[in-house]
T-cell receptor
């Protein structure tokens, strides 16, 4: 398994507060991804990165921003959390072949 | 756009039964195909993959064959165990670009002893 950690693993927050989720990898993979998992939807791509400071939007990017200042770290920020952003968030990485490796997930609850 | 369709379940089987989870896809190009498994409380793990037509991916007794003519990648196992209880996701990726995988909605598999 690729060395991927996510922090925090669980978070409860209130509507309107900012939230930052962190993904850290030790594999030196170029590509990193943020997905959200919701019942009935599978996993949907939020944002992805193809290098330091190089990011792009995915399918469900509204309300989210990302940053990647180092190869190993990819941050996902909810500027003003809403109840619709209650979800399980997964980070993934990919090297030069097409296989993605997933972190353990962060369960976020927005009250 | 690209999409993946799979039965959502739950699918409930008895131990040692034969398993098939259907997966069909539509893609704008020539995709690579994947099956991921998610055990309770964990992230997704790659189970198997296939990158071209007629390739068979296999791992831990699971198999899936890339069928271009039927745009399918059905997951099979000859004899399931209680430990196979999990959610299974079919996914695809077209091309070598940076964008992510397209997932099906997942199939919840329950194996009863």
């Amino acid at each position: 398994d690729a060395g991927i950690t996510q922090s925090p693993r669980h978070k409860v927050t209130e509507t309107g507060t900012p939230v930052t989720l962190r993904c850290h990898q030790t594999e030196n993979h170029r590509y990193m991804y943020w997905y959200r998992q919701d019942p009935g939807h599978g996993l949907r791509l939020i944002h992805y990165s193809y290098g330091v400071k190089d990011t792009d939007k995915g399918e469900v990017s509204d309300g989210y921003s990302v940053s990647r200042s180092k190869t190993e770290d990819f941050l996902l920020t909810l500027e003003s959390a809403t109840s619709s952003q209650t979800s399980v968030y997964f980070c993934a990485t990919r090297g030069e072949v097409d296989t993605q490796y997933f972190g353990p997930g962060t369960r976020l609850t927005v009250l | 756009g690209d999409s993946v369709t799979q039965m959502e379940g739950p699918v409930t089987l008895s131990e040692e039964a034969f398993l098939t989870i259907n997966c069909t896809y539509t893609a704008t190009g020539y995709p690579s195909l994947f099956w991921y498994v998610q055990y309770p409380g964990e992230g997704l793990q790659l189970l198997l993959k296939a990158t071209k037509a007629d390739d068979k991916g296999s791992n831990k007794g699971f198999e899936a064959t890339y069928r271009k003519e039927t745009t399918s990648f059905h997951l099979e196992k000859g004899s399931v165990q209680v430990s196979d209880s999990a959610v299974y996701f079919c996914a695809l990726k077209v091309g070598g670009g940076a964008d992510g995988l397209t997932f099906g909605k997942g199939t919840h598999l329950i194996i009863q002893p």
